[in-house]
């Protein structure tokens, strides 16, 4: 589906969480989103549940694990779920060493994107359809937004520079923002 009819399909005023796996793209769809969209952009870093704009778009995967409740505590949001080559998302990974400071298990990576996309199929079946969209990376890459060459980005589109291994990108501050508070 183009980005044209994606955005046109999207509810007016209404939350919109933009999530899918670590490294799927969703900090750049929801830019993307936003921006089209003429929205706030909420960073997952940033997000606060008692300050959201109405119409915000957060960029949020660490809300995989709470859609329901997300659901349930903003019964008008809508959850956009990033599709992205599952093996283009474990080159990512192990291109900035994800996790790699807590797992080193050859496997983990492509298990981790797998058990994700697993757990959205039902998620999928949970929510009423209305409630969520499915938003293919491949259709992202037009947009004058999109990046193409990402090879010295790290953990967002904008952090240029690969560091030194995984102690000095994943910190408590950027771990920190995995923590949802309701």
């Not at 549940?49 to 349930?72: C, G, H, M, R, Y």
Request: include cysteine; charge should be positive.
């Amino acid at each position: 589906m183009p980005l044209g009819v994606f955005l046109y399909n999207l509810p007016l005023n209404s939350l919109i969480f933009v999530t899918g796996p670590q490294r799927c793209g969703s900090t750049i769809a929801a830019k993307i989103l936003s921006t089209d969209l003429n929205r706030p952009y909420v960073d997952e870093s940033q997000y606060n549940p008692d300050n959201l704009p109405a119409n915000a778009v957060i960029q949020a995967p660490f809300a995989n694990k709470s859609v329901l409740e997300l659901s349930f505590k903003f019964p008008k949001a809508h959850f956009v779920f990033v599709e992205r080559n599952h093996q283009d998302i474990v080159k990512s990974m192990e291109r900035i060493e994800w996790y790699k400071d807590l797992i080193d298990h050859p496997s983990f990576y492509k298990s981790y994107v797998q058990h994700i996309y697993n757990y959205i199929e039902l998620i999928k079946q949970t929510l009423p359809k209305e409630r969520w969209s499915v938003l293919p990376y491949d259709s992202l890459k037009t947009h004058p937004l999109f990046i193409t060459d990402r090879n010295e980005f790290t953990v967002r589109q904008s952090s240029k520079k690969k560091p030194e291994g995984p102690t000095t990108w994943r910190n408590d501050g950027h771990t920190g923002s995995y923590k949802i508070r309701f």
